[in-house]
């Protein structure tokens, strides 16, 4: 029974890629991540982790991390935000999906906007792009449809 026990814990801390052992390690709030409820990941274009938790969005660059928060137009922290979801916009730009709301995160800037077509404060839970290009997003108000192309909502 203990070399069963054995092997299964040696499978499911070591698999084989390529014939080489790869090793998983934890990595928590001790680390630098910003809260342990953790509710989405994004691996972008530019090699970062992005992870989503109920308190902010956190870059990952595979050493520490970095955690962004939305602030008031008056320059205020906005506190505890949950992120929900990430996804490209384009090749500058993350959407970021919050319980405050839709953000944008722009890597020129290094700093999250609002995205103004959801009403202020309401949670968005997930966002898609469809193959004609509108963006959907679900929050607590229902599905809504965005047109880049008009900045309107249908």
Known sequence: MRKFIFLIFILFNTFLVDGQAVR????GVEDGLSDGWVRC?????HGFMWIGTS???NRFDGI???TYKPYFNGGELQGNVTVNHVLKMNNDSLLVCSDLGMYIYSYISD??????IVPNQKPVLSCTYDNNGYLWLGTSLGLIKYNHKY???E
């Open 24 to 27: 998983f390690d934890r990595i």
């Open 41 to 45: 990941f994004y691996h972008d274009d």
């Open 55 to 57: 308190d902010g969005l």
């Open 64 to 66: 520490s991390f970095k």
């Open 111 to 116: 700093k999250l906007t609002r995205f103004p």
């Open 151 to 153: 900045e309107t909502i």
